[in-house]
């Protein structure tokens, strides 16, 4: 396991960072049917800089899934669910008293202790 985290700690940052180098140098515009589609990959140029590739559907279909992220409404509202629920249990299960409102632990009153 120990091996594995020294190779991680390398590779993990390494393929970021080559990612990131693509995006940076990769990127270029393809407009079918009037939408502008903009991604990144490796690619060959002609002589203008224009890419010298065509995709087809699915690959422009596959390009825009990993491209971006797509969280359901259900998923949302899952979370923000959760957070609620998270919030509401801390506020009902570690209440915040002050010492005047508890003088003996578990009891609350507000009146005065008996004079003897």
Same mark, same amino acid.
């Given at each position: 396991m120990e091996k594995l985290r020294k190779y991680l700690r390398i590779a993990l940052p390494a393929l970021f960072i080559i990612y990131l180098g693509c995006l940076i140098a990769f990127t270029? &515009?393809? +407009? %079918?049917?009037? &939408?502008? +589609? %903009?991604?990144?990959?490796p690619y060959s140029k002609t002589d203008d800089g224009r890419p010298n590739h065509e995709h087809n559907y699915a690959v422009f279909q596959l390009l825009h899934q990993l491209s971006t992220i797509q969280i359901?409404?259900?998923?949302?509202?899952?979370?923000?669910?959760?957070?609620f629920l998270t919030f509401l249990y801390k506020l009902s299960c570690r209440p915040v008293y002050p010492d005047y409102l508890v003088p003996i632990k578990g009891k609350l009153s507000l009146r005065a202790p008996p004079v003897a």
């Amino acid at each position: 396991m120990e091996k594995l985290r020294k190779y991680l700690r390398i590779a993990l940052p390494a393929l970021f960072i080559i990612y990131l180098g693509c995006l940076i140098a990769f990127t270029h &515009v393809h +407009i %079918v049917n009037g &939408v502008t +589609i %903009v991604h990144s990959h490796p690619y060959s140029k002609t002589d203008d800089g224009r890419p010298n590739h065509e995709h087809n559907y699915a690959v422009f279909q596959l390009l825009h899934q990993l491209s971006t992220i797509q969280i359901g409404g259900a998923t949302s509202i899952a979370i923000l669910f959760a957070t609620f629920l998270t919030f509401l249990y801390k506020l009902s299960c570690r209440p915040v008293y002050p010492d005047y409102l508890v003088p003996i632990k578990g009891k609350l009153s507000l009146r005065a202790p008996p004079v003897a």
